[in-house]
């Protein structure tokens, strides 16, 4: 079984696949102050709670955004599970040529991602990552990498709302019944949650004039089920896109 590990700045997403089926999913808070120890004790924890043994797993996938959470993981599975894991990076074939001004600036997440939407839904395509921060990723009708955008994400507006103002409050993040809120509470929700649909629908239809209309736009991320039921720009919601695209890296490394 491979074990496909995507490191963000807010959580860690796991998944094992047996052959091209995800059997299951896990995720848990990225905390860069856990050793490796304890990060194989999680694992030894986790997986036999959906059917998946620590010994089944023969192949380890990481792409990481978090740099010292990279090296503690490598550590850990080569000392717990007998893997030496694929970290995407440099030297690593992925399927993807990167047109980016500089190459090395762009998050490995970023470009699994691209290598799963362009090998499920071809391209050209949009890549709308909806997680902490919001990014948008442009792939050629031919799969190269072009480069993006990146904006804040529902819980950093959320959160600089609530920091930078002196009567506004943390709210829950869950859509409001209607756009105009009748309370505090509803107002932000509205503003954050609806605002950021409006947002994501107008950076689409601007990556489409550049792409060509026929590109097809996929929702990802943690966050992804709060955006994408309310707007019809997106061809596919796919929220184990990275996770899809660490298996058909590996493959392409093997």
């Known amino acids: 079984m491979l074990l496909a ?17 995800l059997k299951a999913v896990w995720r848990f808070a990225t905390d860069p102050r856990r050793m490796g120890d304890e990060y194989a004790v999680l694992l030894y924890s ?5 059917g998946v043994q620590p010994k089944d797993i023969s192949h380890v996938a990481i792409c990481s955004v978090v740099p010292p959470l990279t090296a503690v993981f490598e550590e850990m599975f080569k000392n717990y599970f007998g893997c030496h894991p694929l970290v995407v990076g440099a030297g690593i074939k992925t399927g993807v040529r ?15 991602g691209a290598a799963a939407a362009y090998r499920l839904f071809g391209g050209p395509a949009i890549v709308v990552e909806i997680g902490t921060t919001t990014v948008f ?5 031919e799969g190269d ?5 990146i904006h804040p994400g529902l819980t ?18 869950v859509r409001p019944k209607e756009a105009i809120g ?33 590109a ?33 890296v590996h493959e392409l490394n093997q």
Request: overall charge negative; aromatic content about 4%; some cysteine.
């Open 46 to 50: 986790l997986l036999p709670m959906k």
């Open 182 to 214: 009748r309370n505090t509470i509803a107002a932000i929700q509205s503003g954050v949650i609806l605002g950021h649909v409006g947002m994501v629908e107008a950076m689409v239809h601007r990556f489409r004039r550049e792409l060509g209309e026929s």
């Open 216 to 248: 097809k736009a996929i929702a990802t991320g943690g966050l992804a089920h709060l955006v994408a039921p309310e707007t019809d720009v997106f061809h596919a919601i796919c929220p184990e896109l990275v996770l899809v695209g660490l298996r058909l």
């Open 98 to 112: 990167i047109l980016y001004d500089s190459p090395r600036d762009v998050g490995a997440d970023r470009v699994v």
């Open 5 to 21: 590990l995507d490191i963000g700045n807010s959580n860690v997403k796991m998944g094992v696949f047996e052959g091209e089926d």
């Open 137 to 141: 990723d442009a792939v050629s009708k």
């Open 145 to 149: 990498y072009l480069g993006g955008a």
């Open 156 to 173: 950093l507006e959320a959160e600089s709302l609530f920091t930078n103002t002196s009567q506004l409050r943390r709210v829950e993040m």
